[in-house]
């Protein structure tokens, strides 16, 4: 059964690169497309705004009313491949949870697998929502080093340290962690496009800017369902009684507490900026940057720094 696990991980991985890539040619096709019409046609379409940028305004403000999405040969290879190796991934996950009896999570190994597959859920979650797909390299090439990173790491099933013998919180504790990093990474991607697009929408094949900044609100804070930051702050609370059993002691400002009480109170500052007419578009854009590099920091401090959460598996 744990080599079913491993094979499964390996087709995903494979998966997964195949699906970023197809994602890197989607937007390379749409770009160049969209720039050779709006330079054709700059004088009988007056949906584009200008032919040196190739950039839509009221063309594609009917586009998004109507519901439709910018597409292109690869459109579908792109997101069949990523939702493939979403399956493939969690179905290895699946069986590695089935074989441990608890949350897949419990080392570097198995908590960076699931973030990369949170990562490529919450983005294949959003994209059939919004019109995001050109971005969609941006988080998948997070998840697909992420991925590439885990096969540099010991795989094998090993005792956890006492203070994770705790089968129910590691579940609920560190799968809520893997969640909110998931789903944040696909607000870093839509901060970054807000960044290259700005408000003046001068790229034709990027989603527009109130798409992109509507994507990383809801990112981070509700959409259909509750993800990111109150699932981000329930962790933490859930972490500081957890750390009562373990350590006697709701909260001493370990590494990785440390950095995730920092990241939490970015998306925090990042919510009330949006909201402000001084902070809103590019301060905020950059919020979201900052907040996930604070996401990467809160993931891989606890190599780096001493502290109880070391609980990596590595030497």
Do not use: C
Request: glycine share 10%; charged share 10%.
């Amino acid at each position: 059964m744990a080599s079913g696990s491993l094979i499964l991980y390996t087709v995903g991985g494979l998966l997964l690169g195949l699906g970023f890539a197809a994602h890197i040619v989607h937007a390379v096709l749409l770009a160049n497309g969209r720039r050779s019409l709006a330079l054709a046609l700059p004088r009988v379409e007056p949906a584009y705004a200008t032919a040196v940028t190739g950039s839509f305004v009221e063309g594609r403000a009917r586009v998004e009313r109507l519901g439709e999405r910018p597409t292109s040969s690869a459109a579908p290879f792109a997101w069949g491949l990523t939702f493939a190796a979403w399956l493939a991934i969690g179905l290895s996950m699946l069986i590695r949870a089935f074989i441990v009896g608890r949350g897949p999570w419990g080392n570097m190994f198995e908590f960076t697998v699931a973030f990369a597959f949170t990562i490529t859920g919450g983005y294949l979650f959003l994209e059939r929502r919004y019109p995001i797909r050109t971005i969609g390299f941006l988080p998948l090439g997070v998840a697909a080093m992420l991925f590439a990173y885990s096969a540099t790491l010991p795989k094998e099933i090993e005792p956890l340290v006492p203070a994770l013998q705790n089968a129910p919180l590691l579940t609920i504790h560190v799968g809520m962690a893997t969640i909110a990093y998931g789903i944040f990474a696909t607000s870093f991607a839509a901060g970054v496009g807000y960044l290259l697009q700005g408000v003046g929408d001068r790229f034709a094949w990027l989603p527009s800017h109130r798409v992109l900044d509507e994507v990383a609100y809801r990112s981070v804070i509700i959409g259909f369902l509750i993800i990111g930051f109150p699932i981000f702050a329930t962790m933490i609370i859930l972490g500081s009684w957890w750390a009562s059993i373990a350590w006697s002691r709701y909260w001493g400002w370990d590494p990785k507490e440390t950095s995730a009480l920092v990241t939490w109170l970015t998306y925090a500052v990042y919510l009330h900026a949006r909201n402000r007419r001084s902070w809103a578009g590019r301060p905020a854009a950059l919020l979201l940057v900052v907040g996930f590099g604070m996401v990467l920091v809160t993931y891989s401090g606890s190599l780096w720094f001493n502290g109880l959460h070391a609980y990596s598996g590595l030497n």
